[in-house]
């Protein structure tokens, strides 16, 4: 049987889950996380993701496409680098490697696809 296309107009019960305590900086975020795809090598994943306002540090391992569906984000890398504002509408990639801040300024979602490279 050929693999089928996975649609996410079906809504399906989604994980809750807040920053890690030693990563957070400000806020009590909430977030969900509802994953709709995994491939077989369990490398590349696709969902929804949501969360209320707050900030916490990030460090990437996996390479993301994000596209914001709702509210807007502030996203700053490590040591003063660029930072951006993503609001409605806005597609962005967080390449594998990036360290810095993730801020929910008005609550958010996503529909997100990320890769995981192999470990060597």
Same mark, same amino acid.
């Given at each position: 049987?050929?693999?089928?296309?996975?649609?996410?107009?079906?809504?399906?019960?989604?994980?809750?889950?807040?920053?890690?305590?030693?990563?957070?900086?400000? #806020?009590?975020?909430?977030? $969900?996380?509802?994953?709709?795809?995994?491939?077989?090598?369990?490398?590349? !994943?696709? =969902?929804? +993701?949501?969360?209320?306002?707050?900030?916490?540090?990030?460090?990437?391992?996996?390479?993301?496409?994000?596209?914001?569906?709702?509210?807007?984000?502030?996203?700053?890398?490590?040591? #003063?680098?660029?930072?951006? $504002?993503?609001?409605?509408?806005?597609?962005?990639?967080?390449?594998?490697? !990036?360290? =810095?801040? +993730?801020?929910?300024?008005?609550?958010?979602?996503?529909?997100?696809?990320?890769?995981?490279?192999?470990?060597?």
């Amino acid at each position: 049987m050929p693999p089928a296309i996975v649609s996410f107009k079906h809504s399906i019960t989604p994980e809750e889950s807040a920053p890690a305590a030693d990563r957070l900086i400000s #806020g009590k975020p909430k977030q $969900t996380i509802a994953n709709y795809f995994a491939d077989p090598t369990s490398q590349f !994943f696709a =969902g929804r +993701w949501s969360s209320t306002r707050g900030k916490w540090r990030v460090r990437y391992t996996e390479s993301e496409l994000c596209h914001i569906t709702a509210g807007r984000v502030r996203i700053e890398a490590s040591g #003063g680098g660029v930072t951006e $504002t993503f609001g409605p509408g806005d597609t962005f990639v967080v390449p594998a490697g !990036f360290e =810095g801040t +993730w801020e929910v300024l008005e609550d958010c979602s996503k529909v997100y696809a990320m890769f995981e490279p192999a470990q060597r």
